[in-house]
């Protein structure tokens, strides 16, 4: 494989790594700490994430549990759930917030799928952005002279075998995520 393709192939791998994340957002019935990632909550007037505040557990496969260092924080933490699109209601204790995950019903299931079929499709219009972009660069060295018709033609190849390599990967992510789904 052509070295000048590298920078293409990281944008590319890259686009596998942001679904990857994306998905490990989305809940299948199970307790997955990684939802709570994106939350924020106000400590001392700065927006801090929910892992440096406290303590996160999963003690059963449908809990999980934020024991706050500074017990001052309970209400904030609530609140930021509650903001948050989790669809979740945490319980206080006074000392720890416990989630409860229901389980997912057949019609949540699906469309769980479908958005992770969508999120799916999206990066795989984004490598074949890539590809886009990678070409078009391409096509200027050739006409620059940079490159010749012959080199074009190879690299032209070498993109269209690395677009295909990386939309398998995001085809059998999303295989992979939507099976976790759909398992009871």
Known sequence: MDQRLNVYEEKMEKTISNLQEEYSTIRAGRANPHILDKITVDYYGTPTVLQQVGNI?????????????????????????????????????????????????????????????????????????????????????????????????????????????YVKKVEDIIEDKSKEILTV
């Open 57 to 165: 557990t999963v003690p059963e496969a449908r809990m999980i549990c934020i024991a706050p260092w500074d017990a001052t924080l309970l209400k904030e933490i609530e609140k930021a759930i509650l903001a948050s699109d989790l669809g979740l209601t945490p319980t206080n204790d006074g000392k720890v917030i416990r989630l409860v995950f229901p389980e997912l019903t057949e019609e949540r299931r699906k469309e769980l799928v479908k958005d992770v079929k969508k999120k799916g499709e999206n990066a795989k219009v984004a490598v074949r952005n890539i590809r886009r972009d990678a070409n078009d660069a391409f096509k200027k060295q050739n006409k620059a002279n940079e490159i010749s018709e012959d080199e074009l033609s190879d690299i032209e190849d070498d993109i269209q075998k690395l677009t295909d390599k």
